[in-house]
């Protein structure tokens, strides 16, 4: 797990939308082709909550925080949070992409990205 994560979005040529996860086709104004580009790595949280109750399917640990993140001010992605308690987070925090290991599965660590809260922003 190293290196600068990034995630992949796109941008449509014709009404000029980010959106995410990266699709050939703008989902808001169904022009195509869209143009793959990379997100930015920071941002600030905007909504939030902790999740206690794993969903199906799901073997990694528990609480986990899950929030939407704005990037940008151009788009919001919902995303898993590093945070886990709900208390310590708070509108418009900064925070910043990170990887991190989400539980195993046969033998092989799974890995995800998520967002934690950025330096002396965190309380």
């Given at each position: 797990?190293?290196?600068?994560?990034?995630?992949?979005?796109?941008?449509?040529?014709?009404?000029?939308?980010?959106h995410f996860p990266r699709s050939?086709?703008?989902?808001?104004?169904?022009?195509?082709?869209?143009?793959?580009c990379e997100l930015p790595s920071?941002?600030?949280?905007?909504?939030?909550?902790?999740?206690?109750?794993?969903?199906?399917?799901?073997?990694?640990?528990?609480?986990?925080?899950?929030?939407?993140?704005?990037?940008?001010?151009?788009?919001?992605?919902?995303?898993?949070?590093?945070?886990?308690?709900?208390?310590?987070?708070?509108?418009d925090q900064a925070v910043h992409?990170?990887?991190?290991?989400?539980?195993?599965?046969?033998?092989?660590?799974?890995?995800?990205?998520?967002?934690?809260?950025?330096?002396?922003?965190?309380?």
């Amino acid at each position: 797990m190293g290196g600068d994560p990034r995630l992949l979005g796109s941008e449509c040529p014709g009404c000029g939308a980010l959106h995410f996860p990266r699709s050939d086709t703008c989902p808001y104004c169904g022009d195509r082709p869209s143009t793959a580009c990379e997100l930015p790595s920071r941002g600030t949280l905007w909504a939030w909550t902790t999740v206690h109750v794993p969903p199906p399917g799901y073997h990694g640990p528990v609480p986990y925080g899950f929030g939407v993140v704005e990037l940008d001010g151009r788009i919001r992605v919902v995303s898993r949070l590093t945070e886990t308690d709900a208390g310590l987070l708070r509108q418009d925090q900064a925070v910043h992409l990170v990887l991190t290991e989400v539980g195993e599965e046969d033998g092989t660590q799974m890995v995800s990205w998520a967002f934690a809260p950025s330096g002396r922003d965190r309380r």
